[in-house]
């Protein structure tokens, strides 16, 4: 069982170091580079953003720009892959899914090559870039395409660890980061494995299970439910394609009978689809789907959006409340 680092004092924050998932995954492109491993990256006028210029720093003849042609640099990436380098491709999510939609599936996934997509501004982070920069569809999107890995880490720690593993599997993967800094939970001793999920902590009463860097929204609430006695388990579900392991899920279910699945997504076709596709036909659940309720997202910063759409730690709170009450 991974556990979280040291908790703070008082109520409001349980984790105080902050660090960019997009930086994290940056660096160990550059890392896997000096220790050897034959991965190159591509991007369309997003290198310092996406923080590959590392890469193009120490090692230029590894990277290469294309400008603003998202569908090109997919190309690129995939011609890359097919002469057998590990292409990394670079850019906001909402281009990833959406604009080189066509060329991911058809010349990377039908192939199967290894082209791993470094999806930044993932979810409600890319809030203050404007509703036409919040990709809160890519999971759903991308996740429909046979071949594809769909990871999303939930701090810098994981995030370098999910890029390290994308590396050891063969065929295309998809990576979800975030924008700005954000919690840093876990430590080296974190244990990453593509396809299982991770169980943060055990409970009786109810189930939460988040995916991504709204994970330590998840645990601040399981914290603040412990005080009030109710007892919640913690799971986080990195990887929503393939699920390996969804017997733990199950058993979470079978055990506290109410389920709560929290994303920075539309509820269609993200985590609440998959958890709702692994108990189907198991049980009797009590199952309620935090995150936007098939709507496009507002303009707005990432806590902004985070508290409109009901992803903090006291509305994820209140929900469970409501939830015991009722049961």
Do not use: W
Not at 229 to 240: M, N, Q
């Amino acid at each position: 069982m991974n556990k979280p680092l040291r908790k703070l004092k008082g109520q409001s924050r349980m984790f105080e170091t902050m660090y960019s998932t997009r930086k994290a995954a940056g660096e160990t492109i550059l890392e896997l580079a000096r220790e050897g491993v034959d991965v190159a990256a591509v991007a369309a006028d997003t290198s310092k953003s996406m923080f590959t210029h590392l890469l193009k720093e120490d090692f230029s003849e590894r990277f290469i720009e294309v400008g603003i042609a998202e569908q090109n640099m997919m190309m690129v990436a995939a011609g890359l892959a097919a002469t057998g380098k590990i292409a990394f491709v670079a850019d906001y999510s909402i281009f990833t899914s959406m604009r080189c939609l066509e060329q991911l599936r058809t010349f990377a996934a039908y192939p199967n090559l290894n082209v791993k997509v470094i999806a930044g501004l993932g979810g409600l982070s890319a809030g203050i870039e404007g509703a036409t920069h919040l990709a809160t569809e890519d999971l759903g999107i991308v996740r429909c395409i046979a071949n594809m890995v769909i990871l999303a880490p939930s701090d810098a720690v994981t995030t370098k660890k999910a890029i390290r593993a994308s590396v050891k599997h063969q065929g295309p993967v998809y990576i979800r980061v975030g924008r700005d800094p954000s919690p840093l939970m876990f430590d080296k001793s974190y244990k990453f494995e593509i396809g299982v999920p991770v169980i943060h902590r055990e409970g009786k009463d109810v189930t939460l299970i988040a995916t991504g860097i709204v994970l330590s929204e998840v645990l601040r609430a399981a914290e603040k439910l412990k005080r009030e006695g109710i007892d919640a388990g913690v799971i986080e579900v990195h990887t929503l394609k393939p699920m390996l392991k969804p017997e733990l899920i199950e058993k979470a279910a079978e055990k506290t009978g109410n389920i709560v699945t929290v994303e920075e997504h539309n509820i269609i076709g993200g985590l609440g689809t998959v958890i709702s596709e692994i108990l189907a036909g198991k049980g009797k659940f009590n199952i309620k789907k935090l995150g936007l309720q098939d709507t496009f997202a507002e303009s707005g910063t990432p806590e902004e959006l985070l508290i409109k759409y009901g992803l903090k730690d006291y509305c994820i709170v209140k929900v469970v409340e409501e939830m015991i009450i009722k049961k």
